[in-house]
């Protein structure tokens, strides 16, 4: 491609922009435009509307219903979510196909898998306690987020499943002599390239056969981390599978080698996309400007060797702004050469890990104008151990022009970044909390090291809370939002700034991303 040929098509990127509509760009690999409606899913949620804190304490609670298709009754499917709180209770996101349902079961469990709360079915002895008992109908229809209201009523331990209309035997095991479910713990964990992903939110199929042969189809909601789920009873096998971003992976349990409180793996592996280039374009009011395009490039093996920033001067001329060389030992990258316009080295970074190859425990760089030798240390934490396991990041940075040092902190929380704080010399300080989603962050696997270690982040940034002393910044970012496309990556992220002192909003950062 001609160098110019990139800011024509930031230049058509950003009338398409302007104009509101997603336009096909003729370049390698093209960023798609989103089509109005590809999808026939949709996305819905259950709100309890009579449930509040005071009934709840300090439970956590499952929500488990038996969904009708009105297209196929035969097929009941059945769902268990967690209920979360966000000024009233509901459960997570739910998404089936468009068309009309029917909600035939409903009950909200507790972590011991006793039933708290149901909603009675329709001429059952407790239906007259709500205003709209089961069958509760609705239609799947809208693009947006639906919200389905329910009422839900105590149960007590004396109450009988047959008075709320329910099967005898399904409110949990009150009766000790009654054969109990089991409670396993389900750990998703997926690879992807070399990066193992296991604190994620996953959808897990049960599908359970009893004596007769009979299937029953369940589907599961669970956050991220390792999650409790009962088998049960009456199935005499069990397939649990779990599909995600393009890997699969599903394991037989048979009733008798089911072991109860037992964790088990489930995942599967999928290849890592490399990200061949990102475009970097400014946005102000309805003006967008080319910044920057970023390539890589990349050795038989996989392995980055090459990164290269065009930008575009004052006079609309395009330059390469800065380009990086990466050398590895022992696969990983050791030395990183950085060129000026001119292809003159301006810059060399040395990196050196543990013994086990694995973490940077130092970094140097050497500049033109100043060296910067940067220590690193880890501390452990036991909020969460195992693959993902929590951690704190504390890395000095010492001068060569007799500055004194410097100090930069961050606490990692299943491969994502809780909080950190910079420390400079003068005394000004900033600390900042965030928040990640659960996509693929594409720069984890590159693996390029850098002065703050960045790339030991797994996921992508949702919000940031900043705080500073002793100085503060003319903008600051306050709302990040991502397009998505296939295998968990994202496709887009634009990044909203606004005036520290008057919070106005003053431009916007959007990035595109191709594989």
């Known amino acids: 491609?001609?160098?110019?040929?990139?800011?024509?098509?930031?230049?058509?990127?950003?009338?398409?922009?302007?104009s509101c509509k997603k336009v096909p760009v003729n370049i390698p690999d093209p960023v798609?435009?989103?089509?109005?409606?590809?999808?026939?899913?949709?996305?819905?949620?259950?709100?309890?509307?009579?449930?509040?804190?005071?009934?709840?304490?300090?439970?956590?609670?499952?929500?488990?219903?038996?969904?009708?298709?009105?297209?196929?009754?035969a097929g009941d499917t059945n769902i268990s979510i967690p209920v979360v709180s966000n000024q009233q209770y509901r459960t997570g996101t739910l998404t089936l196909a468009k068309g009309n349902y029917t909600i035939k079961k409903l009950?909200?469990?507790?972590?011991?898998?006793?039933?708290?709360?149901a909603t009675p079915v329709a001429g059952s002895a407790k239906a007259l306690s709500v205003n709209k008992p089961l069958h509760i109908a609705f239609t799947l229809d809208d693009k947006a987020e639906k919200a389905i209201p329910a009422e839900i009523i105590t149960v007590s331990?004396?109450?009988?499943?047959?008075?709320f209309g329910?099967?005898?035997g399904c409110f949990g095991n009150r009766n000790p002599e009654t054969e109990m479910d089991k409670l396993i713990y389900i750990r998703p964990i997926i690879k992807v390239g070399d990066i193992i992903y296991d604190s994620i939110p996953v959808q897990l199929i049960v599908k359970s056969w009893d004596v007769?042969?009979?299937?029953t189809y369940n589907i599961h909601y669970l956050a991220a981390g390792t999650q409790g789920v009962y088998l049960s009873a009456k199935g005499q096998k069990h397939q649990l599978s779990v599909s995600k971003w393009g890997a699969y992976d599903e394991i037989i349990l048979y009733k008798n080698e089911i072991h109860e409180n037992a964790v088990y793996d489930i995942?599967?592996?999928?290849?890592?996309?490399?990200?061949k280039t990102v475009y970097e374009l400014k946005i102000v009011g309805n003006t967008s400007t080319a910044l920057t395009k970023t390539d890589y490039s990349y050795q038989p093996d996989g392995a980055v060797i090459q990164r290269q920033v065009m930008a575009k001067r004052a006079d609309m001329s395009n330059y390469i702004a800065q380009k990086d060389l990466y050398e590895y030992t022992n696969g990983k990258i050791t030395t990183i050469r950085?060129?000026?316009?001119?292809?003159?080295?301006?810059?060399?970074?040395?990196?050196?890990y543990d013994n086990t190859g694995g973490r940077v425990i130092a970094m140097a760089e050497a500049g033109s104008a100043v060296n910067i030798n940067a220590v690193v240390n880890y501390t452990l934490l036991d909020t969460r151990v195992g693959i993902s396991q929590d951690y704190r990041i504390d890395i000095q940075y010492n001068y060569s022009d007799g500055r004194p040092a410097s100090y930069f902190s961050k606490t990692m929380y299943g491969g994502r970044v809780l909080t950190d704080v910079r420390a400079n010399s003068n005394g000004s300080r900033e600390e900042g909390i965030y928040s990640h989603d659960s996509g693929i962050n594409p720069y984890a696997h590159l693996a390029i090291p850098d002065m703050e270690l960045t790339q030991y982040t797994k996921h992508n940034l949702e919000v940031q809370w900043k705080t500073w002393y002793g100085g503060y910044p003319e903008n600051e970012a306050y709302a990040i939002s991502y397009v998505y496309g296939e295998g968990g990556y994202p496709k887009e992220v634009t990044t909203k700034y606004r005036s520290y002192n008057t919070k106005a909003d003053t431009y916007s950062i959007r990035k595109v991303f191709v594989y």
């Open 1 to 18: 491609m001609k160098k110019n040929t990139f800011f024509n098509v930031l230049i058509f990127l950003t009338v398409a922009f302007i």
């Open 32 to 73: 798609k435009p989103v089509p109005a409606d590809t999808s026939t899913r949709r996305d819905f949620k259950i709100v309890f509307e009579n449930l509040d804190n005071s009934q709840v304490g300090q439970d956590s609670l499952i929500a488990v219903l038996t969904i009708e298709n009105a297209q196929t009754p």
């Open 107 to 117: 009950i909200l469990k507790n972590s011991a898998g006793i039933v708290r709360f």
């Open 157 to 163: 331990n004396t109450d009988t499943p047959e008075s």
């Open 166 to 168: 329910y099967p005898a």
């Open 212 to 215: 007769k042969n009979e299937m």
């Open 267 to 275: 995942g599967g592996e999928v290849a890592a996309q490399k990200l």
């Open 338 to 352: 950085s060129y000026d316009e001119n292809n003159a080295l301006f810059k060399t970074t040395t990196v050196q």
